[in-house]
């Protein structure tokens, strides 16, 4: 299912906008939901307990502005598809600094957004998968495929990613390791350290180097396993029987 929000202080362009989502369900035989929303501060409310794929972000609104509000949703979901409606592509620029992925001139209209649906659908039947993690004030989405490597330090959790960010929470490892060792490309390499194999440079008999040039400690009592788990996971990955 597509999970989508629109959120627009225009209630035309809202109803407008609910109004093409319905024809795309029908149309297109879509499995998609939607919820409407006049106010950046209800919406962002909301998406503090549940997740969507898709926000269709006025930029323009009185209070609090679709950038400011894209700003504050990028804090605890990366993964979400921002898409900005406005009446004037001189916010373009400023729509990169959030990854954005589409602007949206107004008035919305069948020509203009269902081939940005499809696009987004077909992404998303080879979706990378995500983990969910519900914090105090909070659900924080985060994309699996792209973490290096998980940290461990006192109680908090430290999520490094490929592009070199660093998402913190407060958590124990324990609560990860189900989670991540389940599957093939991920090596708990030290008693605080899990490693996604798919960004291993180079493995050291001490530590290994990252593709985004971090430094990940090895346990001395766990390298062979590592670099036995390593090799296996090499072949596997280039089809080598």
Excluded: W
Excluded at 21 to 48: I, P, Q
Excluded at 70 to 97: N, Q, W
Excluded at 175 to 199: A, T
């Amino acid at each position: 299912m597509l999970k989508i929000a629109i959120c627009d202080d225009d209630f035309r362009e809202l109803s407008r906008i609910s109004d093409l989502l319905s024809l795309y369900k029908t149309e297109k035989n879509a499995v998609l939901k939607y919820d409407a929303f006049s106010s950046a501060v209800e919406l962002l409310e909301v998406m503090k307990r549940q997740t969507y794929d898709v926000v269709l972000l006025d930029v323009l609104m009185p209070g609090m502005s679709g950038i400011t509000a894209a700003h504050e949703i990028r804090g605890f979901d990366p993964s979400v598809k921002i898409i900005f409606l406005t009446s004037s592509p001189e916010f373009a620029v400023e729509s990169y600094a959030v990854d954005a992925h589409y602007y949206l001139l107004k008035p919305g209209t069948a020509d203009k957004l269902f081939p940005v649906l499809d696009r987004i659908l077909l992404e998303k039947g080879r979706a990378e998968e995500t983990l969910s993690i519900m914090q105090p004030s909070c659900l924080i989405r985060l994309p699996i495929g792209r973490i290096e490597f998980l940290e461990v330090y006192g109680k908090r959790l430290m999520f490094h990613f490929d592009d070199g960010n660093i998402k913190e929470i407060r958590g124990s490892i324990s609560e990860f390791e189900d989670k991540l060792l389940c599957k093939d490309n991920f090596l708990k390499v030290h008693r605080s350290f899990i490693m996604n194999m798919e960004y291993i440079q180079v493995l050291n008999a001490r530590d290994i180097t990252t593709l985004a040039k971090q430094t990940v400690p090895v346990s001395r009592l766990l390298h062979s396993r590592v670099k036995e788990a390593y090799m296996q996971f090499l072949f596997v990955e280039k089809g080598v029987e």
